[in-house]
């Protein structure tokens, strides 16, 4: 899988977490963003800590690596392969957090 696809599935994940979670809590308010009626259920926070997490992720480490990935270094290609392990967990970590926001 090339890195465009993998950056496209995390940002889509992230995307998909945050969606579910504002569906979930306007499905029980309308008005769900104005401040004092904005009361997101704990699988909102999770999907949210998991979106920021793999974005922040990509930003300070995948990101860099990828610009130095013109040799075959094995050690950046670990450092890169456990960055990605990040990433995927974190998404799978907002996704999860999104489906419970979204059935509960």
Do not use: Y
Request: net charge neutral; aromatic share 4%.
């Amino acid at each position: 899988m090339t890195n465009v696809r993998k950056f496209i599935l995390v940002l889509a994940a992230g995307l998909m977490a945050i969606g579910a979670s504002v569906h979930a809590v306007s499905a029980q308010d309308e008005l769900a963003f104005v401040a004092p009626c904005f009361d997101p259920s704990p699988g909102t926070w999770v999907a949210l800590a998991g979106t920021a997490v793999a974005i922040m992720v990509t930003a300070t480490v995948a990101a860099p690596l990828h610009g130095r990935l013109d040799t075959r270094d094995p050690a950046l290609l670990a450092r890169l392969l456990a960055a990605d392990r990040v990433r995927c967990v974190s998404a799978c970590l907002a996704l999860a957090g999104a489906l419970g926001a979204a059935l509960a």
